[in-house]
């Protein structure tokens, strides 16, 4: 069996050099390591760094790049800040809300979420190498195997949708995608890219793998590991990125066999949402959840955490303008009090939470809690893929009857209004409708609206950037199917690999 360099029994040793220089992953022989053969043992490898476990610090400078965000020049005038113009995030994070060419210039951090979801594939391979010999119950060991395969695709949907060019079916088999690796251990090879084709048919691979060896495991009620609803998840979102309308029916009917669940929101007050102490929209007991990860939310240094604090410039969620996020939202809908901290002044550094006061800024914390993963797959996702899904095929009538459904969970029972096909002039309106509803329900979690603007034919976005409170304004564009939609690969894979094809930014310089 080959020997593989563990970190104790619970992780795969990744020195920091090793993954800078992607020499290798994993190094041969020693006569001091552990040498898993247990399936406990893989697992343990797994949940240690097969799962996504950073993916809530490594993915939060993304939001800036989208129309989800903005500078505020003053995001808190009632701040007892001293100096309002030291917000230290406002320079880091100003590479990607400007769409910078290089955003590693401006955070250093960027190439960890690069590098941590290759980390993620590397266990997951180390797992699926030693399927036949792995020591144990073979209905644990189908277990461990199917979550390799689910977590690898997984890891593959991100990177694809970050790295790679969008999605088209008519140019995805030339299109610019991600290196594909399927080994546990790396030789001194310079891997070029596989096509956007290439990749989405590695991740249906993997999950039909997964699918087939869960059906044969033993069954865990487990949310916080990877499961076979989850597998038909990732299955209706990659039909969705991939515009196979009826495999999203599909996939997403198995959802709505036994009702779907949702969080009913609707009878909650703004003051019961309004403490994050007592209340957390994303949580364990969220009925709609089918599987938690990412790690723990306060673990992070968010850009838009800090408002209380700030008196100067400082990122926001987008509320400025008409189209902005949180403009978008009736009157009468209970997200804006279930996703958004309303009240942020007074902060306990201890409890780690916001009491209440009057004047406030908009903070998206429906993720924020200290004892809750920050990620969730959760179904709604899947009832506004299906939704999108009938729009496309013309099936108006069902679009509509399943943002109702959505609607009557969200909305004030003295607010709620059935919405009819008739109130849609046309299909395109739904549609609109639909995307519109997407972005207020998914927005900060995961990377979804970036990768829907890159689905939606990558529009065009400007962004006002401050840089300090009485700073004037400088205007940044993003243009309509602008190349840097597509992120470019981090130094640490760049600086080795010299044939690897480069995405070639654009300078995007202020008006």
Known sequence: MRKYNLLSSIGVILLIGVLTSCNDYLKESSDDLLIPKKVDEFASVLQGDGY??????????????TDDAEVSPSANPNSTQADGD???????????????????????????TYLNRYKNIMACNIIIENANTMQGDSMEVNSCVAQAYALRAM?????????????????????????????????????????????YAQIISDLDKASALFKKAKKSTNIYLMNEKAV???????????????????YGSRFTEAGFSLYDISALTKEQ????????????????????????????????????????AAYAPSQ??????MTSYENGDNRIYAFFCQNNINYDPVLNYYEAYEDYRYLPYKHYSMSEYSQALRTSEILLNMAE?????????????????????????ASY???????????????????????????????????????????????????????????YVLEQRDKNYTLELPQSELGYNQVVERTNRRTIKSE
């Open 86 to 112: 030291d917000n230290v995030y406002l320079p880091v994070g100003r590479g990607a809300f400007t769409w910078a060419q290089d955003i590693e210039y401006y955070d250093t951090s960027y190439g960890k």
């Open 273 to 312: 949402m309004s403490h994050q102490k007592e209340y957390v929209f994303l949580k364990a007991k969220n009925p709609e959840v089918v599987f938690m990860f990412g790690g723990r939310s306060f673990t992070r240094q968010s850009y838009m955490d800090n408002l209380a604090f700030i008196n100067g």
């Open 417 to 475: 209004q059935a919405l009819n096909v008739s109130d849609f002039s046309t299909q395109e309106d739904l549609l609109k409708y639909v995307r519109e509803e997407r972005r207020r329900e998914l927005c900060f979690e995961e990377t979804h609206r970036w990768n829907d603007l890159r689905r939606y034919g990558m529009p065009r976005i400007e962004h006002k950037f401050y840089s300090t409170k009485n700073s004037t304004p400088e205007t």
């Open 320 to 325: 400025t303008n008409a189209g902005d996020l």
């Open 389 to 413: 899904a009938y729009v496309q095929t013309g099936k108006q009538t069902e679009a509509v009857e399943l943002m109702n459904l959505l609607h009557k969970k969200r909305f004030t029972a």
């Open 52 to 65: 996504p476990n950073t993916l809530t610090e490594d993915i939060e400078w993304m939001d800036l790049m």
């Open 155 to 199: 890891s593959y949907l991100y990177l694809v949708n970050w790295y790679g060019q969008p999605y088209n079916p008519a140019t995805a088999e030339k299109d610019m995608g991600v290196i594909i690796r399927l080994k546990s251990e790396m030789v001194r090879d310079q891997p070029q890219r596989s096509t956007v084709a290439q990749v």
């Open 232 to 250: 038909d998840f990732l299955k209706c979102r990659v039909a969705l990125y991939t515009q196979n309308w009826e495999d999203v029916i599909k």
